[in-house]
Each structure stands twice: as structure tokens, then as C-alpha cells.
């Protein structure tokens, strides 16, 4: 009995080293392009050794030019102090440098038969430096990356590496359409461009409240801006193709746009008017003061009115109606997670408060209208809330439906965990 104990422990270790030693190998020599991102096989074997540089440029980015506010584009200081010092994850894969550009299948961003610059580019940032996404998060990529096939889907991360045992960024990565990068706001601008200068030296890092919600609307006006596509949040599930409009901001009432989703070509007049109010009205002790609030302010001043909700057009620029994206409203945000025997009394009531959207379908109590093309969850809110797969809430029928893969996962990961309870509770 005890040699063969032995022996099965002799076999397990030998497995391991095996596993390790391949693990290691794959890690080396294969190019990252087959896991996470094929940039047009522009990334090599020499990955590894040149994000090591990037990450230790990154550690080391606080101690550069450290005068005033973000100093320096000091931001991981202010927005993620503990990425330099945190340990890398489990079988850290490296991840190439976030890049937009036409690619060997024709338009710019992988779009078919080509087109104007950033077209068909879609970003999620992430912009904590977490090297994870949690299940609605995936699920707003994949929902994205569904409705589009012939578009790219950027997620970047400000993270330098993820673990090669994630299961939510492989199946993302697994994606023919989705590239997984990691994203440096240190490199997105020229030297010359007014914002680094304003990050360098302004106050967007001295309320601590804030800093990191700045940061955040200055990266994706960055990341648009300079490349050109569209910007989704990633708590907003996609339901049906976005507006083919090249120019489109997303509002969540009739009087107030959003920066959680927009659409505008590369260099596009909105971006020079909002990036003045950002550094000539910014506030850092108004949420959304460089963001929301911003592009507010630009469009009032230029499109000559006082009321937004009287316009749905600004010269190219077309404003969304709410029920387009935001069908229901952030005060009745509880009713996408609960299930509808205990939200039935909330549908009228969101159906008249400017949401959209609601009424009986065959499978819950909720369907979007035909106009409501996403669905935002409102993460500011909601997010402790998890994906249940089964409860039959708003949530659960939205992601069955727009990200099957993530659900499947979520589904296998609750399984396997039931599993493991089950056998302990026996052993007990």
C-alpha cells in the first residue's frame, strides 16, 4: 500500500515539473499574439523581455519630472499606488502595447474593404492597473465583440501582465475579433499636445476622491481622439449593433450626455472644444468635472443652446436618445439584478421615468424596446453585484442572450464550486 502511495505521489510531482517546464516553454517561445492579441504578428519572441522594460518604465514613471498634481505622469502614485510593489500573477503573461492602426485585412481596425481612420475600433479601458475583469465586465466585451464582428475590439489594461490561468481573459481573448493590450497614457499623446502638459503639472491628482474618475474620462478622450472609433464602458451590454453614425455621443437623460459611450472619427472638432474645457473649466471637486461635464459645456457653447434636450443633432455630431443606451434609470438600477417576482412593482415606474425600453417578454419581465441597443448596469452602484446565471433577472437574460461564452463560464465556475461544497460538506 505504501509503495503505492508512493508511487502516486512520484507521478503527481513528475506531472507538475512537466506542467511547469511546459508552461515555462510555451511562456518563451510562443508569441503572445496566439494567447491574448495578433497584431499582425508584429510581436515576436522578444515579448517577454520587452514588456519586462515597459513594466519597470512603469514602476518607475512617479520618479520622473514629479512637479505638481500627476506629476510627471505620476499616475499609478495617485490612481493605483500599489501596482509597482504587487506581485505578478499566477504564469504572468506579458501583454503587448495598446495600438490602433489598419490592419493586413483591409480597414482600419480589421473592418473589411477599408475605411476612415479609427472606424471600426472599439475600446473598453481599464484603467485601475487590475489584471482581471469580473464576470459583467466580460460580459460587456464579448457583447460588443458579438454585435461587431467586423470591428476591433480593444481591451486595454493598464496592467502590464495577467495570469495565464484567467479564465474570463482567455475566453475574451479566444475572441477572433478582441485583442487584449496594455495600455501606457504616457504614450498616447505627442509631447506637445496641451493635455500633457496639463497631467503633467495641473491638479486633476489633488482630490484623491476623483483622481482616478479623471484619469479615466481623459484616456478615453485620449484613446478616440488620436485613433479615431468608438468608447464603451464596461458596464454596458450590448444588444444590438451601435449607430453606424461615424459621430455619436450617448446621453442618459434628454438634458445630459454621457462620456460612458461614444463614437467619434480621429481628430473630430468635439475633441479640440472638450479638451479646452477640461483644462480651462476643470473642477476637482465635481465628479465628471473633465468627462461628462466637459463635453456638456463644449456642446452648449457650440451648438448655441442652453437646452441640449431641444437638439438630437450638432452639426455631424448626433445625440443619442437615452432609451438608446440607458433604458433604465440609474435610481431604479436595483431592478436589473433582482428577479422580476420581486421588481414587478418597478416597471411601470422606470417605463415613465425616461428609461424605455420595458415591458412583458417571453422569457422575464423585461425586453429592450426596438430602439434600446445596450444596457448600462451602472457600475458605480451595482458593483458588488454579481452575474447569477438561473436567477431569471434582467441581468441573467441580457447575458444568456449577448455573451454566451462568459455565461458559460460563470455557469462552470458556480458548478465546480457547488461541487467542492458538496464534497466538503460530506467529509464534514
Known sequence: MRL?????????????????????????????????????????????????????????????????????????????????SAPLPPFPIPLPPFQAYANKKGGEGGAEGGSSPGTNNIYFLETTCAITLNAKMACAVESAATHHPTHTIHLALTATHISGTDQMLHTLAALPNTHLTALHPNALLTPSHPLVHWLNHGSWADNADWAGVTLSDIVRLMVVCESGGMYLDLDLLTLAPLPSSQAWLGRERWDQVSNGAFRLPKGHWLCGNVTNEVIDGYDGGVWGSSGPKAMQRALVNICNTANLSTITQCHDLQLLDPKTLYPIHYKEWEMIFLPPTTTTTTTTKTATTGGGGVGEGDGGWWVPGPDTLALHLWNHFSAAVPLRPGDGSVLDLVARKNCPKVYRVVQNVNKLKQQLGANKWKQN
Open 4 to 84: 503505492v502511495l508512493l508511487g502516486g505521489v512520484v507521478c503527481v510531482l513528475v506531472f507538475m515539473f512537466a506542467a511547469n517546464q511546459y508552461l515555462k516553454g510555451w511562456s518563451k517561445h510562443t508569441p503572445i499574439t496566439r494567447v491574448v492579441a495578433d497584431y499582425d504578428d508584429q510581436y515576436t519572441d522578444d515579448t517577454e523581455q520587452e514588456n519586462q522594460e515597459m513594466k519597470n518604465e512603469g514602476e518607475n514613471d512617479n520618479n520622473d519630472n514629479n512637479d505638481g498634481g500627476g506629476g510627471g505622469w505620476g499616475w499609478r502614485e495617485v490612481v493605483c499606488p500599489s501596482f509597482a
